[in-house]
């Protein structure tokens, strides 16, 4: 079982430079995600396009692998929710059919079945339709007052803004700090400083790294720090020719966004399976999932019963949100009892 990746996110204080700079990255990376999407799109394989990519964008191998990344999981992501999205169509137009007919319903069947009919089309023939900046700030242009936008220089404006304000940086677990182009190094107060490797193309003007100091994760910090501490073990094991090394290390990735407020920063790290531990001396916890309620049993060591309890789980007439709901004060019930 694959141990889950967990995100974690804070703000960042820059100044206007470092901004700058950070801008410039996200804009290059954003060009080279929508030219590979195009050219993917168009039957060329992203490994075949690495090497030129690196000498007409100026960029290193893993920002190319982290636009590949990007772009194989927004197109990944775009093929699922369609494969959803034409099972939602045919249940909504079966559903409709079963009613009285109607001219208003007949008509909505209509457009629903020529919906139905353009995704499926599109899957057959493995289109992928992706707006990189949405849909809706493109098709603002064509309303600008109604949109907020005076003029369409400023309906551009943030239309790029909208495209280019962000950025992903790959990280794995066998570079340094689990990530080359955004290495993390732990602080002697505990926080963290980035250093971020800036494309080539970016190095005349905002020279080769952007430090970032004083990095501290609200939640998940402590996660971060482990696994560091797992890739300083990886290289250290290494270093001492142990074999054992290759069990060690985290890739840690990290995503730099801007918005209204600055900039934020993402980290996904992998958390570490904790290893099972079994103590005989303990007894044990049965839970049995019945219609309207969890019973709970504790028992020794021995099997012979200690106690009973009952979670009522009652979902009948439940939206799908509030059964969820239900099910997660129920569990949380259980894990507060165990």
């Excluded at 410039?24 to 039957?43: D, H």
């Excluded at 629903?112 to 992928?128: A, F, N, P, S, Y």
Aim: hydrophobic share 35%; proline share 2%.
């Amino acid at each position: 079982m694959t141990p889950p990746t967990h995100t974690y996110q804070t703000r960042i204080s820059v100044d206007e430079k470092i901004s700058n700079a950070l801008t410039a990255c996200a804009s290059l990376l954003s060009k080279v995600q929508r030219c590979l999407f195009a050219e993917i799109c168009a039957g060329k394989k992203s490994v075949d396009l690495k090497s030129s990519y690196l000498k007409r964008f100026g960029i290193t191998a893993r920002h190319f692998n982290a636009c590949r990344v990007a772009v194989e999981g927004k197109i990944a992501s775009f093929q699922e929710l369609r494969s959803l999205r034409i099972h939602e169509l045919r249940d909504k137009i079966k559903r409709i059919a079963k009613k009285k007919k109607t001219f208003q319903r007949q008509k909505k069947v209509r457009r629903l079945e020529h919906k139905l009919e353009q995704l499926e089309t599109d899957k057959k023939e493995g289109r992928v339709r992706l707006c990189f900046g949405s849909k809706k700030l493109f098709h603002a242009q064509f309303h600008l007052e109604q949109s907020g936008y005076s003029t369409h220089e400023e309906w551009k404006k943030a239309w790029r803004d909208g495209r280019d304000n962000e950025f992903f940086l790959l990280g794995s677990k066998d570079e340094t700090g689990g990530n080359q182009s955004c290495t993390a190094f732990i602080q002697e107060n505990n926080k963290l400083t980035l250093r971020l490797r800036l494309p080539d193309a970016l190095h005349v003007e905002y020279s080769k790294y952007v430090i970032l100091k004083d990095v501290f994760f609200r939640y998940g910090h402590e996660k971060i720090i482990e696994s560091l501490k797992n890739c300083e073990l990886r290289k250290s094991l290494k270093e001492a020719i142990d074999p054992s090394y290759k069990w060690h290390g985290q890739a840690i990735s990290f995503r730099l966004k801007q918005d209204e407020k600055g900039w934020r920063v993402f980290a996904s790290t992998t958390l570490q399976e904790p290893q099972w531990q079994t103590q005989n001396h303990y007894g044990a916890i049965g839970v049995d999932i019945n219609v309207d309620h969890l019973a709970l049993v504790e028992t020794d060591r021995n099997g012979n019963p200690l106690s009973r309890e009952t979670v009522p789980v009652d979902l009948y007439g439940k939206s799908k949100k509030q059964a969820q709901a239900v099910i997660g004060e129920a569990c949380k019930a259980v894990v507060k009892i165990a």
